[in-house]
Nanobody, 124 residues
Framework: QVQLVESGGGLVQAGGSLRLSCAAS????????MGWFRQAPGKEREFVAALSWNGDNTYYTDSVKGRFTISRDNAKKTVYLQMNSLKPEDTAVYYC????WGLGSLSRREYDYWGQGTQVTVSS
């Protein structure tokens, strides 16, 4: 079992940066692929970024490529999402999730564990 707690959200102006963190509990964190998803009001939860268990493979949705970077520190059991050049359309609740298959996936169905989410608001 893995428990996930996100932090680092907040209010930022367009063009600014935030770094989200997701702290995990559980002994097998290093075996899991990790992902970030987001959900804006009235919209479905969508994939943002994912990272394989060893960090070798990363995946991003097109709208964040070149602006967001996902990374992990297995010793600290933490995954990060560095968000630069933020835009108002990035406003959403951001969730981290753990995928036991370890390879990283764009599909919500592959993720067994989810955090409670952290709000990111980008003002224009």
């Amino acid at each position: 079992q893995v428990q996930l707690v996100e932090s680092g959200g907040g209010l930022v102006q367009a063009g600014g940066s935030l770094r989200l963190s997701c702290a995990a509990s559980g002994r097998t964190f290093s075996n899991y692929a990790m992902g970030w998803f987001r959900q804006a009001p009235g919209k479905e939860r969508e994939f943002v970024a994912a990272l394989s268990w060893n960090g070798d493979n990363t995946y991003y949705t097109d709208s964040v490529k070149g602006r967001f970077t996902i990374s992990r520190d297995n010793a600290k059991k933490t995954v990060y999402l560095q968000m630069n050049s933020l835009k108002p359309e990035d406003t959403a609740v951001y969730y981290c999730a753990a995928d036991p298959w370890g390879l990283g996936s764009l599909s919500r169905r592959e993720y067994d564990y989810w955090g409670q989410g952290t709000q990111v608001t980008v003002s224009s």
